[in-house]
């Protein structure tokens, strides 16, 4: 009896290992695939001007196709004065980055009480989204 509850713990070490590497490939794959995807959209785009739409069961593709180097030279190619205008926050961000240092505040006491953290966290990305695209359009 012994040698069967032994076997089967063997085999179940198994499987938890295989299981685990599995994980790992696809997780790999997944990313090859996404950077592939984006590859090609960026050629596609460069090539025919228009972008790629993805397949209906795909809700979603988005990705930042060079908008950090783009931000970069535009802000060097400003004289010094404009430079430093443009790098004062604008209220909106100076609101949102207020409200985002609140609602990490509560996430953390929320934590602290060990209360349900969920809503709290929901707030906190959605702020920081908010604040990225603020800051990305102004």
Avoid at 21 to 27: D, V
Avoid at 28 to 53: C, H, I, M, N, P
């Amino acid at each position: 009896m012994s040698n069967v509850i032994s076997e089967y713990q063997k085999w179940k070490q198994q499987g938890e290992s295989l299981r685990a590497q599995a994980r790992q490939a696809m997780e790999s794959r997944f990313k090859e695939l996404l950077t592939e995807a984006v590859q090609v959209a960026e050629e596609y785009k460069a090539d025919f001007g228009t972008a790629l739409k993805p397949p209906a069961p795909v809700t979603a593709f988005r990705y930042k196709a060079g908008a950090k180097a783009k931000a970069g030279k535009a802000k060097k190619a400003l004289p010094p004065a404009a430079r430093e205008a443009s790098s004062k926050p604008s209220p909106k961000v100076s609101g949102l980055e207020k409200r985002l240092a609140a609602a990490k505040k509560k996430l953390e006491e929320a934590k602290a009480a060990s209360k349900p953290t969920r809503n709290h966290e929901d707030k906190v990305y959605e702020l920081e989204d908010e604040l990225r695209l603020a800051t990305q359009a102004g």
